[in-house]
Nanobody
Framework: QVQLVESGGGLVQPGGSLRLSCAASGRTYIISVMGWYRQVPGKQRDMVAIITTNGRTNYTDSVKGRFAISRDNTKNTVSLQMDSLKPEDTAVYYC??????????WGQGTQVTVAS
């Protein structure tokens, strides 16, 4: 199968920046789209940003212009640069890999807290 290991996250003040990274290993050749989702307690997990194999991206409206997703297909990594962070960005962020079989794989999650 595919394993996803996230790094980054932590506590940052409003207006600050963080970078999340995710490394995929195993049967990485079955991965099509990669992305980042986030979840706050009591709510569903929502898409933040996704990127296809050829680099096409999509962002949720609330992060457009502030977050940037990138992908390195040779290293099987996906990153999320988060700038101008707001308290409402506080959540657990999950790396996602969608396979060519249309199944979703998830990382363990990393906490991002934006507070002064």
């Amino acid at each position: 199968q595919v394993q996803l290991v996230e790094s980054g996250g932590g506590l940052v003040q409003p207006g600050g920046s963080l970078r999340l990274s995710c490394a995929a290993s195993g049967r990485t050749y079955i991965i099509s789209v990669m992305g980042w989702y986030r979840q706050v307690p009591g709510k569903q997990r929502d898409m933040v940003a996704i990127i296809t194999t050829n680099g096409r991206t999509n962002y949720t409206d609330s992060v457009k212009g502030r977050f940037a997703i990138s992908r390195d297909n040779t290293k099987n990594t996906v990153s999320l640069q988060m700038d101008s962070l707001k308290p409402e960005d506080t959540a657990v962020y999950y790396c996602n890999a969608r396979t060519i079989f249309h199944t979703d794989l998830w990382g363990q999650g990393t906490q991002v807290t934006v507070a002064s």
